[in-house]
T-cell receptor, first 113, second 107 residues
Framework: DGGITQSPKYLFRKEGQNVTLSCEQNLNHDAMYWYRQDPGQGLRLIYYSQIVNDFQKGDIAEGYSVSREKKESFPLTVTSAQKNPTAFYLC????????????FGSGTRLTVV | KNEVEQSPQNLTAQEGEFITINCSYSVGISALHWLQQHPGGGIVSLFMLSSGKKKHGRLIATINIQEKHSSLHITASHPRDSAVYICAVQGAQKLVFGQGTRLTINP
């Protein structure tokens, strides 16, 4: 079955360490997105990519970095510059950017101690 | 003021009750999505609407473009419907999400 795989489901890191969250899709979608979810708030866009080797900052990109070397993969690195990294991170994809039909992953809950 | 507002924020009901969750938005949109998030965190897309009404099983979603309002209804609610329901509006470049409505259905 096609879908998005995010791993790991839970991640713990010490403060000051960079950490990379994985997002892989086998839907042949061009566009991929990373969102952050905090309690009581809506999901907020961190980064998005419309095509391989291209990505754009979202609303809250500071302290994060991404790459898009392959169509299937859009990893997110949470750097030590991110002031408050503990959150739930969701990856999503669409056939093309702005298209209908979002598919979401199951998310990664990151806790920084 | 948030661009997408959901009400209520929390809703507890008994099994079998008719449930309504509301979503109001203030921006121009090309479509509106209703999403379901279970306790594990993964999100499932329930509906995508640009006009009128859609039905899937016990779930019904409606949208009024002129009033910038959408509702999600659940008929004959069941404890397995307990989840967070999220409204998201699709603008030109991205989705804008509401804060979600936490629904708990008691047996």
């Amino acid at each position: 079955d096609g879908g998005i795989t995010q791993s790991p489901k839970y991640l713990f890191r010490k403060e000051g360490q960079n950490v990379t969250l994985s997002c892989e899709q086998n839907l042949n979608h061009d566009a991929m997105y990373w969102y952050r979810q905090d309690p009581g708030q809506g999901l907020r866009l961190i980064y998005y990519s419309q095509i391989v080797n291209d990505f754009q900052k979202g609303d809250i990109a500071e302290g994060y970095s991404v790459s898009r070397e392959k169509k299937e993969s859009f990893p997110l690195t949470v750097t030590s510059a991110q002031k408050n990294p503990t959150a739930f991170y969701l990856c999503a994809s669409t056939p093309t950017q702005g298209a209908y039909g979002y598919t979401f992953g199951s998310g990664t809950r990151l806790t920084v101690v | 003021k948030n661009e997408v507002e959901q009400s209520p924020q929390n809703l507890t009901a008994q099994e079998g009750e008719f449930i309504t969750i509301n979503c109001s938005y203030s921006v121009g949109i090309s479509a509106l999505h209703w999403l379901q998030q279970h306790p594990g965190g993964g999100i499932v897309s329930l509906f995508m609407l640009s006009s009128g009404k859609k039905k899937h099983g016990r779930l019904i979603a409606t949208i009024n473009i002129q009033e910038k309002h959408s509702s999600l209804h659940i008929t004959a609610s069941h404890p397995r419907d307990s989840a967070v329901y999220i409204c998201a509006v699709q603008g030109a470049q991205k989705l804008v999400f509401g804060q979600g409505t936490r629904l708990t259905i008691n047996p």
